[in-house]
């Protein structure tokens, strides 16, 4: 068992589960007033914000790959979410995501205090975790509550040697999907990281908020308050570079003096009136303006969007059968998609962009992750394939497959695919759609790899989300096509 910080693409699980606890064992008996109710304070939107803003703090419990237990902390020491999975409850797994977030008031909240609103059933529960009613049993919009706390011994040292692990495994730097952040650093500095990580909403909710602990506690407390994290937060041996993963590793390259602009443009949507299903989307996206050509910019921007909706299509907008299928056989069908972006390379002539997606496909077993690319030229719109830039001679195979399994730090990985299999995914045949070929620029050279896509039960799926291969423009030479893409980087 292992407790860590969640990091922003662990958020969707982690309020998955809260969802499946609930509707499991509370939403049967519930009015649709209080599921509705419920929907609208767990939506990704509300959380992942106040999230970024510092204002809560999540921990999750995980065995392996699998979350099974997660709490939710204000800075003021305040107990907001405390849940653990229904069929992994009374195995000491609360107890323990409590005492790290004991020894996290202390070692860097500094504060003095931990309180949670308590429903009654659950008050003994906490008395042995070493916390005490400070008031008798309280009611509030038809809910009781017993407020509780215990004061933190500010000396404590907290839980060593669990270091921040990415949330995927691509370029041979990331671990396995959903793992979580650790260390922070003062506010400032984390806002500033937070800033270029992610862009997201805010979070303001009048409704209670709900506190599941091994009984699935409610929380009554409103808001979340507005203190921020301490100045010197990260303690001793802080890297700030180990915070970093996926997408925000990639070296950009953003020419000086650009004659056009590139804003931050958003697509978002969630469907209130379904009780049984919830349907979320938040779709980051690059926005051009100022270039030369109006049409050229319409269709730049229009090939933009289009890429970062790809999922919100397939599980939605045109849905394919699968999801069809999957969404009418859920109990409870989930359709979320999250997607943020970076722009890598950005000339007046080409613009490189990568996208992140993780998405549930109709239910709480179709989670996935994607890597999604477009590199486009900014003079007439056209989107480049791999195909096109670099002649797919047998020795650029033969390098590039080495490259990747350097990235991999696995040398049998691909190695279920021949050369003239791996030739054709690199070509745009996706194998059944298992090798996606996607490439960008960045200020390094160029990559080229797959985001891949086994089945969960696929003997040669080892956890890769993607992979990319790295050549520098200069080794590239050897191996690039005539394609006008190279005359417009030198």
Not at 59 to 85: C, M, Q, T
Not at 104 to 127: F, H, I, K, S
Not at 128 to 154: A, D, F, K, T, W
Not at 215 to 226: E, Q
Request: aromatic share 14%.
């Amino acid at each position: 068992m292992e407790i860590r910080m969640l990091q922003q693409p662990e958020l969707l699980p982690a309020l998955h589960l809260v969802w499946e606890v609930y509707a499991d064992t509370i939403a049967p008996t519930s009015t649709p007033e209080g599921v509705a109710s419920f929907q609208k304070f767990i939506k990704y939107d509300y959380i992942s914000q106040v999230w970024q803003r510092g204002e809560l703090i999540f921990f999750g419990a995980y065995e392996g790959e699998s979350l099974l237990g997660a709490l939710a902390l204000r800075p003021d020491g305040h107990i907001a979410l405390f849940f653990v999975d229904k069929d992994r409850q009374g195995q000491g797994i609360g107890r323990m995501i409590f005492q790290h977030a004991y020894h996290y008031c202390a070692q860097y909240l500094n504060a003095g205090r931990l309180t949670v609103n308590a429903a009654p059933d659950a008050v003994e529960r906490y008395v042995h975790m070493g916390m005490r009613p400070i008031s008798g049993e309280q009611e509030r919009e038809g809910m009781r509550y017993v407020p509780m706390e215990m004061y933190v011994n500010l000396s404590v040292v907290s839980p060593k040697g669990q270091r921040s692990k990415a949330p995927w495994i691509a370029l041979g730097a990331f671990g396995v999907v959903l793992v979580l952040l650790l260390t922070f650093i003062g506010v400032n500095a984390f806002n500033d990281i937070r800033r270029e990580i992610v862009r997201q909403r805010d979070w303001v909710y009048d409704e209670p908020d709900y506190d599941y602990d091994d009984n699935y506690d409610y929380d009554y407390d409103n808001g979340f308050g507005s203190e921020e994290f301490p100045e010197g937060y990260g303690g001793d041996g802080y890297d700030e570079s180990e915070e970093m993963s996926g997408i925000w590793t990639i070296p950009e390259m953003i020419d000086d003096g650009l004659t056009y602009e590139i804003e931050d443009d958003v697509y978002e949507f969630s469907d209130e009136e379904k009780q049984s299903m919830m349907i979320q989307f938040q779709v980051a996206y690059p926005k051009l303006s100022g270039l030369s050509d109006a049409s050229v910019e319409k269709k730049v921007n229009d090939i933009l969007k289009a890429r970062a909706m790809e999922s919100v299509k397939r599980i939605y907008d045109d849905p394919a059968p699968e999801i069809k299928e999957r969404v009418l056989g859920e109990e409870y069908a989930i359709l979320i998609d999250y997607v943020d972006y970076k722009v890598c390379y950005a000339s007046e002539d080409v613009l490189s962009v990568v996208y992140e997606d993780y998405c549930y496909e109709g239910g709480q077993d179709y989670y996935v992750q994607h890597l999604r690319t477009c590199n486009i030229s900014l003079k007439d719109g056209k989107v480049y394939e791999v195909k096109e830039i670099v002649e797919l001679s047998d020795k650029f195979l033969e390098e590039w497959l080495v490259r990747m399994r350097s990235e991999a730090g696995d040398d049998s990985f691909l190695s279920e695919a021949d050369m003239n299999t791996l030739k054709k995914a690199l070509e745009g045949d996706s194998q059944n759609g298992v090798y996606d070929v996607s490439f960008f620029l960045d200020a390094d050279g160029i990559e080229i790899g797959f985001d891949l896509n086994y089945a969960s039960d696929d003997e040669n799926n080892r956890g890769y989300v993607w992979v990319t291969a790295p050549f520098t423009f200069e080794e590239m030479g050897e191996y690039g096509s005539g394609s006008n893409l190279w005359e417009k980087l030198k």
